[in-house]
């Protein structure tokens, strides 16, 4: 395999791996808690309330999943606000101009990104249910 192709593949999967991995293995430890906690009521044995308060607070932090996408937008736009920047700054240091038009990648993809974020979080705000107070 030519280096050409085996060093982004090999960075690609780092970050990858550096992802997925603890989201999969948090899912399958919230997996395993709620196994546990079927098997015991299925044997009939009382559970006590702040183990059900435990389970139950990962709900109530995903149903604030409106304000993360905002927050994930944000950050994400600054950053791809900041490659922009950088390419301006080190303008200067490359006479012929490809170092500005080398960060307009990460930018557009980073910026793509938070306007999908952004998006979502328009969504979830408009689809929340409104609590009457």
């Known amino acids: 395999m030519d280096a050409d192709i ?51 607070q990962n709900l109530l932090d995903e149903g604030n999943r409106a304000r993360k996408s905002l927050g994930n937008a944000v950050i994400l736009l600054a950053l791809a606000g900041g490659f922009i920047a950088a390419g301006y700054v080190m303008d200067g240091f490359d006479p012929g101009g490809d170092a500005r038009h080398g960060m307009w990648i990460p930018a557009v993809i980073l910026g793509s990104v938070g306007t999908a974020f952004l998006l979502l979080a328009i969504i979830d705000y408009a689809t929340k249910r409104r609590t009457p107070g």
């Open 6 to 56: 085996f060093v982004p593949f090999v960075f690609f999967g780092f970050l990858a791996a550096i992802i997925l991995v603890p989201v999969l293995a948090k899912e399958r430890t919230k997996r395993s808690a709620h196994d546990l906690v079927s098997q015991a009521l299925s044997r009939g044995q009382n559970l006590d309330p702040s183990l059900v308060q435990q389970l139950t």
